[in-house]
């Protein structure tokens, strides 16, 4: 789940608009057998059905056949929408012979669409491998984007953006995790993670352990549902929010990279919060106020906009 930002802004009105049809592979050149077929990777709503696009629901309907994580929870999607395309399952533990069995008919001229159960496919599920076996074997792969849970909580998050790594699910073996907490404590740029209810708790507690109670984070949970949550602050804040009320949903956290070396300095001896709030109180821009107690005091300017966004919704 990368950057987003497209040339097609500068293109004309009717380039953005235009779509490409999901329309059979041409027989190859002898006429004899089909050409490779397409795989369609095709993002489905993380919550609202509403933001499922055009474009995905014209696909689902037209190809011969959609591969899901959960056929269940696509069923519903499906019969939502009045969408009777056959469906079949491929997850984490779909067999080998299900997935050369997928991957002959991309071979033999079928299209195929992706789809996990919401947001991007391909994306901390086994899609990626069904992707790059088609690759492989010179199958088009065509994407069809949408909502993603990564992007979402990361535009909200009030983080910077411009640059971030997506670590997913952390290993729970205890040796493979603290390796990946210790990367992720000297990791400069903002990660984004993804966690269960039940174990959220011990996430937080893990990531103080290796980053400090300070670092700022934003938690958030039930994207796009009706009862979706942000909860920006320090990590112990965060802690103390879920240890108080009971974490439910699927949770993304975005957590804040380290400070550089230069800015990691003590300000002890300054009181942060009560500039930022004498700055808030006189009308000042969030970001100016940022850039001033930045200044002021040392601070990495990004971590200052942090504890500003924070102090703001607190006021």
């Known amino acids: 789940m990368a950057n987003d930002r497209s040339s097609a802004r500068r293109g004309r009105a009717e380039d953005v608009v235009r779509s490409t049809p999901a329309s059979p592979p041409p027989l190859s050149s002898s006429g004899e057998s089909p050409a490779p077929g397409v795989l369609y990777l095709v993002s489905t709503p993380i919550g609202n059905l509403e933001d499922i696009t055009a474009r995905a629901l014209r696909t689902l309907r037209e190809v011969d056949v959609i591969a899901a994580e959960d056929t269940r929870v ?161 990590l112990t804040e965060a802690l103390q929010h879920f240890t108080a009320n009971d974490p439910r949903g699927e949770f993304v956290v975005v957590l804040a990279g380290a400070p550089e070396p230069s800015e990691a300095h003590d300000a002890a001896d300054v009181d942060i919060d009560s500039l930022i709030r004498d700055g808030l109180s006189r009308g000042t821009r969030p970001r100016d106020v940022a850039h001033q107690v930045s200044e002021i005091t040392g601070e990495s300017r990004n971590l200052v906009y942090a504890r500003v966004l924070r102090l703001r919704e607190e006021s």
């Not at 992707?131 to 998050?157: K, M, N, T, W, Y």
């Not at 984004?192 to 959220?200: F, G, H």
């Not at 937080?204 to 602050?233: N, W």
């Open 74 to 234: 696509t069923r519903k999607l499906l019969a939502h929408f009045d969408i009777h395309t056959p469906l079949t399952a491929y997850h984490a533990h779909t067999s080998e012979q299900r997935s050369d069995a997928l991957l002959d008919r991309l071979i033999g001229g079928a299209r195929i669409a992706v789809v996990s159960d919401a947001g991007t496919p391909a994306v901390s599920d086994p899609g990626a491998d069904l992707v790059a076996a088609a690759l492989s074997s010179g199958v088009r792969v065509e994407p069809i984007p949408g909502a993603s849970a990564v992007l979402s909580a990361l535009v909200a998050s009030g983080l910077p953006t411009g640059r971030f790594v997506f670590e997913g699910f952390l290993p729970r073996t205890k040796p493979d995790r603290r390796a990946r907490l210790a990367a992720i404590a000297g990791e400069r740029r903002t990660t984004v993670l993804y966690e269960a209810p039940p174990r959220i708790v011990e996430l937080l507690r893990d990531l103080i352990g290796a980053c400090g109670p300070d670092r700022p984070v934003a938690v958030a949970r039930e994207i796009t549902k009706k009862f979706e949550e942000f909860v920006r602050g320090t």
